[in-house]
T-cell receptor, first 113, second 120 residues
Framework: RKEVEQDPGPFNVPEGATVAFNCTYSNSASQSFFWYRQDCRKEPKLLMSVYSSGNEDGRFTAQLNRASQYISLLIRDSKLSDSATYLCVVNIRGYSSASKIIFGSGTRLSIRP | DTGVSQNPRHKITKRGQNVTFRCDPISEHNRLYWYRQTLGQGPEFLTYFQNEAQLEKSRLLSDRFSAERPKGSFSTLEIQRTEQGDSAMYLC??????????????????FGSGTQLSVL
């Protein structure tokens, strides 16, 4: 089982729509959680951290459910520029007790005019 | 440019050859990560350093892969006896982590543009 799992998509939605992605993680000792965005042929960039209480950043809302070990990202009023791959990221404890940051395989989002 | 720098941007090599990549992190960052990414997949963790210490290495990483960060600044990733399956984008990232604790709850990675390796 992968440590971080995401629906690969693609999600193809019209501009202005609301879209949500989920992500599950397997290690209950996971400490912190993030969403990264990766544009085609570019490096990943941090979109937002995910906090237990849930957090918003403009049109983006992230939530964490530790009991069920899943993370979600909601994008409201989607824009053409939101088209990208969204990577779920988890900071987990490695076998040597050091932490390591693990990426999911990403969910592709395409916004159509 | 004060971001993460990786060289070369592209590398084409023949199977069996050795290759070495370099990463220069953001200067004040104490952690440095190496990832590998293939088309349609997310970045796959390879290894990471805190200063010059290599703290974690993926169990999936074969003995042909080695990484160093001798002075706690730039890092090199070497692949010996390359195979076609090694073809991928190799990404480096750096972060500023708490110097006292091994666990950082809000660590943010900054990536370089990557080195695209093609093994013929």
């Amino acid at each position: 089982r992968k440590e971080v799992e995401q629906d690969p998509g693609p999600f193809n939605v019209p501009e202005g729509a609301t879209v949500a992605f989920n992500c599950t993680y397997s290690n209950s000792a996971s400490q912190s959680f993030f969403w990264y965005r990766q544009d085609c042929r570019k490096e990943p960039k941090l979109l937002m951290s995910v906090y237990s209480s849930g957090n918003e950043d403009g049109r983006f809302t992230a939530q964490l459910n530790r009991a069920s070990q899943y993370i979600s990202l909601l994008i409201r009023d989607s824009k053409l520029s939101d088209s990208a791959t969204y990577l779920c990221v988890v900071n987990i404890r490695g076998y040597s007790s050091a932490s390591k940051i693990i990426f999911g395989s990403g969910t592709r989002l395409s916004i159509r005019p | 440019d004060t971001g993460v720098s990786q060289n070369p941007r592209h590398k084409i090599t023949k199977r069996g050859q050795n290759v070495t990549f370099r990463c220069d992190p953001i200067s004040e960052h104490n952690r440095l990560y190496w990832y590998r990414q293939t088309l349609g997949q997310g970045p796959e963790f390879l290894t990471y350093f805190q200063n010059e210490a290599q703290l974690e290495k993926s169990r999936l990483l074969s003995d042909r892969f080695s990484a160093e960060r001798p002075k706690g600044s730039f890092s090199t990733l070497e692949i010996q006896r390359t195979e076609q399956g090694d073809s991928a984008m190799y990404l480096c990232a750096s972060s500023l982590a708490d110097r006292e604790l091994r666990y950082t709850t809000n660590e943010k990675l900054f990536f370089g543009s990557g080195t695209q390796l093609s093994v013929l």
